[in-house]
């Protein structure tokens, strides 16, 4: 079992920055970690993947964040946490923003889990 939780969502004016956090936790999770990434979802819109940081290497970003956020990963002393710092706010950017994290499995394949997600709210 796999728990995230996500914290450092608030209401925040256009132009502004932001920094979530996420603490993922649960049995073998260091091990087994493929990959850990934000998620979000507007109002009447679908959930999109916004950043993603492979444990392998590499960051990968959707179009409508690049440029202005910064996915990072902090794994020292048996905490798995994964960051998301946002600059440069925009009022589209108001969303609930989910943490997510990959496991592999034993025999092959993957498992992905969400945590409960942080409300952002970009408005002057």
């Known amino acids: 079992q796999v728990q995230l939780v996500e914290s450092g969502g608030g209401l925040v004016q256009p132009g502004g920055s932001l920094k979530l956090s996420c603490v993922a936790s649960g049995s073998g999770t260091i091990l087994s970690i493929n990959s850990m990434g934000w998620y979000r979802q507007a109002p009447g819109k679908q959930r999109e993947l916004i950043a993603r940081a492979i444990t392998s290497g590499g960051t990968n970003y959707a179009d409508s964040v690049k440029g202005r956020f910064i996915i990072s990963r902090d794994i020292g002393g048996g905490k798995n946490m994964v960051y998301l710092q946002m600059n440069s706010l925009k009022p589209e950017d108001t969303a609930v923003y989910y943490c997510?994290?990959?496991?592999?499995?034993?025999?092959?394949?993957?498992?992905?889990?969400w945590g409960q997600g942080t409300q952002v709210t970009v408005s002057s």
């Open positions: 997510s994290v990959v496991l592999n499995r034993v025999m092959g394949g993957r498992d992905e889990y």
